[in-house]
């Protein structure tokens, strides 16, 4: 009989705790911590992640759904000044100079995304050989006629002597550019957006708002990319023992035009003009002319090449990027509070047990735990203590630890 009502409570226990651990919740815990080293760092976290909130919502634009601008039409046209002048290496320099118009300085005349400044140039005329109707008509390479400028039959006819381009420095470019992008609806040309010249260091040498055309002098862009057409050049083809300059060899400026969105402006777009040397670069070009008496004209140039490159980071504001960075700050904050809290927070409860609360008669206060021993270290461990005849454990342990309860 004993044996048989054993066998129902322990139906009935079973049975009790797979309703509690069906119906069972979970509720808020608050416990304080009172410690000088785990509260500062504590608070040294949240400072951290806080800053890092600050640092994603506004200065790195987390509202914002960014992508990379699509390049769009890039377009340099060159004009002379209304004034020209004799600078010093036009009249003690090395070589003579020419003034040329501004379509002979830039070649080709329209370049897109690029574009070439002659600064030294000359240009000779090679006769067809007598007995020679074209240039064009050769079938055997060892024909007389074949075009060949060292050839000792074709004697050159210099018609211009190498030559700087006079004042090159004081002609202006004027350059135009748009940008679109792919996942968001922008779409702008420079004239919407407000731009400026920097220079190496990082200062802002000049700037067009809501200009249609970005115009700069040459000397504007060499000064702003640092270099110096008078310069000893470090080309590899330069002729360094007779000290040829930039000017002579050439010389290629890499021009990045970085597009950002303006802080707290809904879909106003700036950018900024960031050109360099490539070091060590030269730059030439041979322009080879047929003429029409079959004759062939070469203009062999040097210069400037300039190249424009579109960069950046361009963004619409996006409802749904700006929440995912919400969340994903306040998780941060949530997760500053460290791991070994969780024993202070979470405990689970048996209020159907029959456990009565715990007297405090000069005994040890119960249930004890290690949360007491942070909050409390005016009170001892007593988990280590021999247990009183009048102390009895409850039937499961909180958390692991072994804690006692005081009948009186």
């Not at 303006?262 to 003429?291: C, H, M, S, T, W």
């Amino acid at each position: 009989m004993d044996s048989s009502r054993g066998v129902g409570i322990s139906h009935t226990n079973m049975i009790r705790k797979i309703i509690d651990s069906i119906l069972g919740y979970e509720t808020v815990k608050i416990a304080k911590i009172k410690s000088r080293k785990l509260g500062t760092l504590y608070r040294v976290f949240q400072l951290a992640i806080l800053a890092y909130i600050v640092y994603t919502l506004i200065f790195n634009d987390g509202y914002l759904k960014k992508e990379l601008p699509v390049p769009g039409a890039v377009r340099i046209t060159l004009q002379a000044p209304t004034t020209l002048t004799r600078p010093t290496y036009c009249t003690s320099g090395s070589l003579p100079c020419v003034y040329w118009g501004a379509n002979d300085i830039q070649y080709p005349s329209d370049g897109a995304g690029v574009a070439f400044l002659t600064t030294r140039v000359s240009v000779t005329n090679y006769q067809l050989p007598q007995g020679c109707s074209s240039f064009l008509n050769i079938s055997d390479p060892s024909d007389r006629c074949f075009f060949n400028p060292k050839s000792p039959s074709i004697p050159p006819n210099v018609l211009l002597p190498k030559s700087y381009i006079g004042d090159i420095e004081d002609y202006t470019i004027m350059v135009e550019h748009s940008i679109r992008g792919q996942a968001t609806s922008i779409a702008q040309r420079n004239g919407l957006m407000d731009g400026a010249l920097m220079s190496s260091n990082g200062k802002t040498m000049k700037s067009n708002p809501n200009a249609d055309g970005d115009i700069f002098t040459v000397q504007e862009i060499l000064t702003a990319a640092n270099a110096n057409l008078d310069g000893l050049s470090t080309a590899p083809g330069a002729d360094k023992a007779n000290g040829e300059t930039y000017r002579s060899s050439g010389i290629v400026i890499a021009i990045v035009i970085e597009y950002m969105n303006v802080r707290f402006r809904r879909d106003e777009i700036i950018y900024k003009y960031l050109p360099q040397v490539i070091d060590g670069n030269e730059y030439k070009a041979a322009q080879n002319e047929l003429n029409s008496d079959g004759s062939y004209t070469i203009i062999d140039r040097h210069g400037i090449r300039l190249v424009f490159q579109q960069h950046g980071s361009i963004g619409q504001f996006d409802f749904i990027t700006f929440l995912t960075n919400i969340v994903g700050a306040l998780f941060l904050l949530k997760f500053a509070e460290r791991q070994s809290y969780a024993d202070a927070k979470y405990e689970i409860a048996h209020p159907d047990e029959n456990i009565k609360p715990p007297v405090n008669q000069g005994h040890p206060p119960g249930p004890i735990n290690h949360v007491d021993n942070l909050a409390r270290p005016e009170v001892g461990n007593y988990q280590n203590q021999p247990m009183a005849n009048n102390y009895h454990a409850p039937p499961n342990n909180v958390n692991g630890n072994q804690q006692y309860y005081y009948y009186p």
